[in-house]
Structures are given as C-alpha cells and as structure tokens.
C-alpha cells in the first residue's frame, strides 16, 4: 500500500501482474494467447499492408489483434514475472526471463505499422480522387512500397522473437525433466 493522502490508503499494482487463472500459473496460459495472437497479427499485417484492397475490411481486425497480443505480451511479462518468484533460479530461468523482454518492442512495433496501414486506408477513402499520385487505391505506391517494408520487418522480427523465447522458456521448463528421464 501507498499513502497518498494522510489517513486514505490507496493500493498500487504491478503492471498487469497475474498470479493464477483458473488455479493454475497464469504465465503458460497468457502465453499462447501471444504465441497465437502475434504471429498472426504479424502476417494478417503483411497481407494488408502488401495489398491495399484487403485493407478495408482486414486491416481493422489486424489492428484488433495487435492490441490484444501487446495486452497480452504485457501480461505475459507480468505473470512470467509472478512464476520467476516461485521457481527455482537456474540459468535457463534467467535467460528466458531476459529474452522475454525483446517481445513488447516487437508487438508495439506490429501495433504501430497496423495502426499506419489503416490510417492510410482511411486517408485514401476519404479523399475526393483517389491518391495524389493516380493509385487506383488510393494509396500512393511509394507509401505502399514503405508500408510493406515495415511490415515484413516488424512482422519478421515479432514472429522470430516470439519463437525465440518459446524455445528458451521450453527449454527452462523442461530441461530438467528430460534429464531426469535419461537418468532413470
């Protein structure tokens, strides 16, 4: 607790900091929503940002899954740091726990190339004659050109970060199992 007035108490959280969900850790299972949602967020970007037709109706979803999978990263990093205070501190904890960091920059990074592909949608159908340029969608090419760019980039990096710390919290979680059973 935190005093912020003399004589009322006001409570302070950690940041989206979950312990259990249904009596089991929460981490495992806020974690395969992200492994889900942004991977797919990442590609459903690419499509949208590559070809301006499908941005109408798929480039809001997109968004959508965007928030929700850097909601869900947040969580993910909140509740994998509930479980680090209840496991054993071993290096292949330590190293999951630091590559769990490099996710939120990528999903932010998916976030704000989706929240750009439909702006540039919305600007291209409000205008009176289509782009600047003649682009029969709307969109100049070269801000489609960049578009896509950004996205194969942040798409990329969010996909391979996301499969990167995967592996590494698989193998902290059962590296000692798997040793235990070639013991026995």
Same mark, same amino acid.
């Not at 869900?72 to 501190?89: F, H, I, N, P, W």
């Not at 990074?109 to 989706?114: E, F, G, M, P, Q």
């Given at each position: 607790m935190s005093w912020i007035c003399p004589g009322r108490p006001v409570r302070t959280f950690a940041a989206m900091e979950i312990d259990s969900l249904f009596g089991l850790p929460a981490h495992p299972l806020v974690v395969h929503a992200v492994v889900v949602l942004l991977p797919l967020a990442a590609v459903g970007l690419v499509v949208t940002a590559a070809l301006p037709r499908s941005r109408r109706f798929y480039a809001p979803l997109v968004f959508a899954a965007a928030v929700a999978s850097t909601v !869900?990263? !947040?969580? $993910? *990093?909140? &509740? !994998? *740091? $509930? /479980?680090?205070? *209840?496991?054993?501190?071993t290096h292949l904890v330590h190293e999951h726990t630091e590559q769990g960091e490099k996710v939120l920059p990528w999903a932010i990074?998916? /976030?704000?190339? &989706?929240g750009a592909v439909v702006g540039a949608d919305l600007v291209a159908r409000r205008s009176p004659n289509g782009s600047p340029n003649g682009s029969p969608n709307g969109v100049p090419k070269a801000l489609t050109a960049s578009l896509v760019a950004a996205a194969l980039i942040a798409g990329a990096g969010a996909t391979w970060t996301v499969i990167d710390v995967g592996h590494s919290g698989a193998k902290a979680t059962w590296n000692d199992v798997s040793s235990e059973s070639a013991g026995e």
């Open positions: !869900g990263v !947040g969580m $993910a *990093q909140g &509740s !994998g *740091q $509930a /479980l680090e205070e *209840q496991v054993d501190e990074a998916v /976030l704000v190339v &989706s």
